[in-house]
């Protein structure tokens, strides 16, 4: 059909350092660096993870990884998360991060899978300036594993075909 659209996405996948998403423990919360979308045309944006659990610990059904995105101008981020990647257990910003960024996705862990939380999401219309922020809501204690977490990213945009 004439002037149909059809998603274009970015050959490449960005990644994001992790090294403060290692080993966070449930009720803590992770945040990336801000990142700036250099693809003015971008209307999504796609987010890639692959987290682990401790070997050590038995997650259960309930434990639940929540992604949330934190829109920014350059200077300030939504809920006041910092710009520089880091991770927090302060009860008082852990709730501010909460109440001031967007839940994007949620992972529920099922009793079926393996320790590995993989998977992946869209985001809409993405903001110029971003930051990603990860919530730990375990039911069970279920700790990160302290290595194999990977995080990364692409934008897409529509790509008009005419015939």
């Known amino acids: 059909m004439a002037n149909e659209a059809e998603f274009l996405w970015g050959s490449l996948d960005t990644s994001l350092t992790v090294t403060n998403l290692q080993s966070l423990d449930d009720g803590e919360v992770w945040y990336s660096d801000q990142q700036t979308q250099t693809t003015t045309a971008a209307m999504k944006l796609r987010v890639f993870y692959d987290l682990e659990y401790l070997s050590t610990d038995t997650p259960t059904a309930g434990d639940n990884i929540i992604f949330r995105l934190a829109a920014g101008d350059g200077t300030n981020i939504d809920g006041n998360v910092p710009a520089s990647q880091g991770h927090t257990a302060t009860a008082a910003l852990v709730a501010e991060y909460q109440a001031g960024c967007r839940r994007v996705h949620t992972h529920h862990y099922a009793t079926s899978a393996a320790k590995t939380l993989t998977g992946h999401f869209d985001i809409d219309d993405p903001p110029m300036y971003w930051t990603l922020v990860i919530e730990n809501d375990s039911d069970s204690p279920s700790e990160l ?14 790509q008009y075909q005419t015939t």
Do not use: R, V
């Open 145 to 158: 594993e302290s290595t194999n977490q990977a995080i990364s990213f692409k934008y897409g945009s529509p």
